[in-house]
């Protein structure tokens, strides 16, 4: 029982390491790399607190080093997803009824833990097994993901805060409750953070959560599945049930007890998985939250007068950044004729000095593609530029798969400002430029806003103010996370909320309260302290 009204501790952004030459920082994670590479772990489904293994085996390997077998996972199917679901059914109850500072608490403590004797574990597995360089591993596995559980414990608090009026002799009040039934969240291999948050919003807002973490970062979502229960996460509360789309996704959304999708993944699996739940819509018993980060063909669109330099390291760092598997980065960039000399020759500069290979290494700015199939595709891509009339490789196109899935970072320059490269969503280190003559601004940004089906995030490039606010205004609609002279991508949770709208999402921002008030419905409760004892009103008198 609570003696009080308590306050959460200040809540701020984690601070990144830099893992400079020398640094503690930079040891322990060297130590925790080799120990973590030198042999094959098994990974159970957790459910209830238990792990259950199911025989049905797949591998989780280095993309860097496809031969390296970091894991082998268990997966399941439709027995395990109902049993997945009955212990979601039996933590619900005392799940919800615990008071919100004891649930804040937990994730709190899950910060705390991973902010010091777990980092080097959660950065390890992502940079092992989802090939992120220390940097990029540490501001996503680490410090987003600290800064997730954070802040939305101190969201949780201000949608708990937001309480109606009273008149006189009534008390009004409103309880923010957990969705009845149960949260699917589905979670995607580029973002080791999201796959962190995307359960645990939920789950703190008292909601009970399956998880499907994507096949190719199962390895880092078994350290995160730890770390939750060491933090002191009940059983049944999130229950891991890793395997394939159809043997797991199936049969969840056919449950009468589904409540709710918290989805970052590709555009078509939402499409059908938002077509199931309306087809099965009947048989819910509430009406299913639905909330979902898709894709996105996000853009860099410069002015005359922007600064050259900066606009090339922005295409650099927004294009080929984590191989440019990001949902924001830059993809396509619009650059006029008067500062694409000095653009393009800066970028091939640095592009010719930027390293791939082994993430161990830590001088390579880049690594290597998620896995084959994801190979394949962005290949498909480089080689259709290749031989188009309309279009030219300008730098890089290399592709090389027998050690690792590497592919140099591509800077494909087309004539045709609706180009395959220009439209299609590549999520590979592939950036189309279109060359627009600078007095045809305007038509080139009405083009920018109509080519993608997709409103990810966007990026300008301009000094002039009064060019920043007509860009700014031309482009309202073209991404739901936009930057000003700087890359579309590396938000901040508590600083820039992020989600896109049109085909790349429902704009439920993470990393906001806006998310956090989808997985709650409210039960208003009026209590009368003078109730009448009389039926009558006074207009019912004679006199």
């Known amino acids: 029982?609570?003696?009080?009204?308590?306050?959460?501790?200040?809540?701020?952004?984690?601070?990144?390491?830099?893992?400079?030459?020398?640094?503690?920082?930079?040891?322990?994670?060297?130590?925790?790399?080799?120990?973590?590479?030198?042999?094959?772990?098994?990974?159970?489904?957790?459910?209830?607190?238990?792990?259950?293994?199911?025989?049905?085996?797949?591998?989780?390997?280095?993309?860097?080093?496809?031969?390296?077998?970091?894991?082998?996972?268990?997966?399941?199917?439709?027995?395990?997803?109902?049993?997945?679901?009955?212990?979601?059914?039996?933590?619900?109850?005392?799940?919800?009824?615990?008071?919100?500072?004891?649930?804040?608490?937990?994730?709190?403590?899950?910060?705390?833990?991973?902010?010091?004797?777990w980092r080097s574990t959660l950065n390890g597995a992502t940079m092992l097994g989802q090939s992120k360089n220390v940097f990029q591993a540490e501001i996503d596995a680490a410090c987003e993901l600290i800064d997730f559980w954070r802040f939305n414990a101190r969201f949780m608090q201000e949608i708990y805060e937001q309480q109606p009026s009273s008149s006189r002799g009534i008390w009004n009040r409103v309880e923010h409750r957990g969705l009845e039934g149960f949260v699917l969240a589905v979670t995607p291999f580029n973002f080791t953070a999201i796959a962190g948050n995307l359960p645990t919003a939920p789950a703190m807002m008292g909601n009970v959560v399956l998880w499907k973490p994507a096949s190719t970062a199962v390895y880092s979502a078994y350290f995160i599945m730890q770390l939750l229960e060491k933090a002191g996460l009940p059983p049944g509360v999130i229950n891991m049930i890793p395997g394939s789309g159809s043997q797991v996704g199936n049969p969840v959304l056919e449950s009468p007890e589904f409540a709710g999708l918290h989805f970052t993944g590709s555009t078509g699996v939402f499409h059908d998985m938002w077509r199931r739940i309306g087809g099965n819509i009947e048989k819910y018993k509430t009406y299913p939250r639905i909330v979902g980060e898709t894709g996105g063909k996000d853009f860099v669109f410069a002015h005359a007068s922007a600064d050259p330099e900066t606009l090339a390291v922005a295409l650099v760092r927004g294009a080929f950044e984590?191989?440019?598997?990001?949902?924001?980065?830059?993809?396509?960039?619009?650059?006029?004729?008067?500062?694409?000399?000095?653009?393009?020759?800066?970028?091939?500069?640095?592009?010719?000095?930027?390293?791939?290979?082994?993430?161990?290494?830590?001088?390579?700015?880049?690594?290597?593609v998620i896995d084959e199939k994801a190979f394949d595709t962005i290949k498909g891509y480089i080689d259709f530029a290749k031989s188009a009339p309309d279009a030219k490789v300008i730098m890089g196109g290399q592709c090389d798969k027998s050690v690792g899935y590497f592919i140099r970072p591509t800077v494909i320059q087309t004539t045709n400002p609706r180009f395959k490269t220009m439209?299609?969503?590549?999520?590979?280190?592939?950036?189309?430029?279109?060359?627009?003559?600078?007095?045809?601004?305007?038509?080139?940004?009405?083009?920018?806003?109509?080519?993608?089906?997709?409103?990810?995030?966007?990026?300008?490039?301009?000094?002039?103010?009064?060019?920043?606010?007509?860009?700014?205004?031309?482009?309202?609609?073209?991404?739901?996370?936009?930057?000003?002279?700087?890359?579309?991508?590396?938000?901040?949770?508590?600083?820039?909320?992020?989600?896109?709208?049109?085909?790349?999402?429902?704009?439920?921002?993470?990393?906001?309260?806006?998310?956090?008030?989808?997985?709650?419905?409210?039960?208003?409760?009026?209590?009368?302290?003078v109730p009448p004892r009389r039926y009558e009103y006074p207009h019912m008198l004679e006199k």
């Open 322 to 368: 984590y191989q440019g598997q990001k949902c924001s980065a830059a993809s396509r960039a619009y650059v006029p004729e008067s500062l694409w000399p000095k653009v393009r020759d800066r970028m091939d500069a640095m592009l010719s000095e930027a390293k791939m290979g082994d993430v161990e290494d830590f001088t390579n700015f880049m690594g290597a």
């Open 423 to 529: 439209e299609e969503e590549i999520f590979g280190p592939v950036l189309t430029v279109y060359v627009y003559p600078d007095n045809k601004l305007d038509e080139t940004l009405q083009l920018c806003d109509e080519t993608s089906p997709y409103a990810l995030t966007g990026a300008i490039f301009a000094t002039e103010r009064t060019v920043i606010n007509h860009m700014s205004c031309a482009l309202r609609d073209a991404a739901g996370n936009f930057y000003v002279n700087d890359k579309p991508t590396g938000a901040v949770v508590g600083q820039q909320p992020f989600g896109g709208a049109r085909a790349s999402g429902t704009n439920d921002k993470a990393g906001s309260l806006i998310n956090l008030q989808r997985w709650v419905s409210q039960r208003t409760i009026k209590e009368n302290f």
């Open 1 to 117: 029982m609570s003696g009080g009204v308590y306050k959460l501790p200040e809540i701020t952004n984690e601070t990144n390491l830099m893992y400079a030459p020398g640094s503690a920082e930079r040891k322990d994670i060297k130590a925790r790399l080799a120990e973590m590479g030198q042999s094959p772990i098994e990974i159970p489904l957790r459910i209830g607190g238990q792990d259950i293994r199911t025989g049905r085996m797949a591998e989780s390997r280095s993309p860097h080093n496809h031969k390296r077998v970091l894991a082998k996972f268990h997966q399941a199917g439709a027995e395990e997803v109902a049993m997945a679901i009955k212990a979601g059914r039996e933590a619900r109850k005392e799940w919800l009824a615990m008071r919100w500072e004891e649930r804040a608490a937990i994730f709190l403590k899950a910060a705390d833990m991973l902010a010091t004797e």
